[in-house]
């Protein structure tokens, strides 16, 4: 009862003073809780009441998805064909998905009961022996529109079959978020389905959200005011610092390192003894071949490994503890956005480079690659791994250096002053690596596909153009630019990693917009650059007078 004052007095005093607050249920170890939040800060806290309901919106799609994988149901893809407005969420005629896009995309098409084959029968009884709630049960009645209890959604949720594949794939939903910010807020810490329906009290008007889990499984659910996707650019910044970035629940696939694989051991020593082979626990000090030692420590990840006098040591690591170990050793855990930047680099190296061995991924600990920490991983460094979980960069080879400035490489020197600056991860990403895109490790996609031929003539065109554009008022000339091939809708420009997107450099019109992309780069800093009609009638000036 407390709970339900609570929201009673909160809800008309925020509505009196503008919008509605941003509604953020989740699961925690004091029960269920719902906090109100504007675009700021959080306003208040308290038990999640049972009363509060929302309309299921796309979320019907999740528990389709999760019904399918779990069966092991053959995915039969969706190809649009042009003739139904609805494919404006799923693909462009021609164009074929799979379940796992679609899921990401919110394509109702492909998740439509009919056309799958679904029967009522079988789908009441799986979820019946599931204790799902009556809500569930009905395949006909799992609408956009239904109402449904925030409290039994976050049960379901918490249960759901097939959890740990929809979090894999729904990473991709602020990975694709059309404004980058999204992403740079919020990490790989997101797992989450979007939902929109039309708002209860005015049908011109829409609510929406998002559910699903942060990476440890915890489940939530967040409604407010708007669509899906302006939730998520409205509120990422506030949702950044609310959440909190816990330790994985799927931590990847094993990494075998080979430990000081250039510095030949001795003997490796518990205490006052020698070690025997096999798995280490507790500390050790490690004898080199040169007389140098130097203290590790095991919980049972380390094996010592013996071949007559040949003493190896190697160390089993899940992935996310192998990142949290490279930081630890090669850098540090602070300041936050350049060490993001850094585990996101350590991972992507790893996926690049390690050998597959069996069940595990294989590397070396060695200056030439990637260097580890013999000891747990710091609390710290362990909650940058999980705030960067699954995060990797796609399109272009990665390397690192400590203060070596060099292409196709992240500076760990550069980065921290570039993180004292305010610039954030992605951002320090994104100009170590112009040409990579951020994406998931189990399918490293880059969104950038380079377009070498228009990057160069628009380098050349640049000094031709200098002698005009400098008298023009902010006109700021920028080398610092990739160009991208543009897939479809109209070209733009990505400032947050200095791209931009063309269709090709063949025609005339493709020539004009390149040069006006470039021209909203350059007077980025003046109202110039917010000028469509300046900009079009420079971009024509340049090329055609």
């Known amino acids: 009862m407390r709970a339900l004052c609570w929201l009673a007095l909160w809800l008309p005093l925020l509505a009196e003073a503008g919008q509605a607050p941003l509604q953020v249920a989740w699961r925690t170890s004091q029960g269920d809780q719902l906090l109100q939040l504007d675009r700021e800060q959080v ?7 049972s009363q509060l309901q929302a309309p299921l919106g796309s979320l019907w799609k999740l528990f389709v998805y999760a019904y399918l994988v779990d069966n092991q149901q053959d ?54 022996a599931r204790r799902a709630p009556t809500w569930l049960l009905d395949l006909d009645r799992l609408q956009p529109q239904r109402r449904v209890a925030v409290s039994e959604l976050l049960e379901v949720l918490a249960n759901l079959p097939a959890q740990a594949e929809a979090r894999r794939v729904l990473l991709d939903v602020p990975l694709h978020a059309p404004d980058a910010a999204v992403l740079g807020a919020l990490g790989g810490r997101l797992r989450v389905k979007t939902w929109s329906w039309l708002a209860d009290d005015d049908a011109q008007a829409r609510q929406g959200g998002f559910a699903g889990w942060l990476v440890d499984g915890t489940p939530l659910w967040v409604g407010g005011s708007g669509t899906s996707q ?41 205490l006052d003894r020698t070690a025997v082979s096999g ?29 007559g006098a040949q003493v190896r040591l190697v160390a089993r690591l899940s992935r996310e503890e192998y990142v949290a170990r490279v930081l630890d050793r090669e850098a540090a855990a602070h300041p936050a956005e350049a060490a993001k930047a850094l585990a996101v ?44 979980a699954d995060l990797v960069l796609a399109g272009s080879a990665v390397t690192y250096h400590a203060d070596l400035p060099g292409p196709e490489r992240l500076v760990w020197r550069q980065a921290v002053e570039q993180a004292e600056s305010g610039l954030r991860y992605d951002t320090i990403l994104a100009r170590a690596f112009p040409r990579a895109s951020l994406s998931r490790w189990d399918k490293p996609v880059a969104a950038c596909q380079p377009l070498d031929a228009a ?44 791209r931009i997107y063309v269709r090709g450099l063949l025609s005339l019109q493709d020539r004009l917009d390149l040069t006006h992309e470039y021209l ?14 300046y900009i079009e009638r420079l971009a024509r000036h340049l090329l055609l007078e």
Do not use: M
């Open 43 to 49: 306003l208040a806290r308290g038990s999640l009441p």
């Open 455 to 498: 990057e160069g003539w628009l380098h050349a065109q640049r000094r031709q153009w200098r002698a005009t554009l400098d008298g023009e008022p902010g006109y700021s000339e920028t080398a610092q630019f990739t160009v991208c091939r543009l897939l479809s809708g109209n070209p733009y420009i990505d400032r947050e990693r200095r």
């Open 230 to 270: 302006s939730i998520l650019r409205n509120y990422a910044e506030v949702l950044g610092r609310t959440l909190p970035a816990p330790w994985p629940q799927e931590l990847g696939a094993c990494v075998e390192v080979a430990l000081f694989d250039r510095y030949p051991l001795r003997q490796v020593y518990p």
């Open 75 to 128: 995915d039969p893809g969706y190809t649009c064909s042009g003739q139904d407005r609805e494919e404006v969420y799923c693909c462009q005629a021609g164009e074929r998905i799979d379940r796992d896009q679609a899921l990401v995309k919110s394509c109702g098409l492909y998740f439509t009961p009919v056309r799958l084959g679904l029967q009522a029968g079988e789908w009441q009884r799986y979820w019946a």
């Open 345 to 388: 680099t350590i991972r992507s190296y790893l996926l690049q480079n390690a050998e597959r061995r069996g069940e595990c991924l294989a590397i070396r600990d060695s200056s030439a690659s990637q260097r580890v920490a013999p000891r747990p991983a710091s609390a710290t460094a362990r909650a940058i791994a999980a705030w960067t």
């Open 520 to 533: 909203h780069l350059a007077f980025e800093a003046h109202p110039n650059g917010q000028d469509e009609d």
């Open 279 to 307: 798995e280490l626990r507790g500390h050790y000090e490690v004898e080199f071949a040169n007389g140098n030692r130097l203290p590790i420590e095991s919980t049972g990840e380390l094996f010592l490994l013996r071949d």
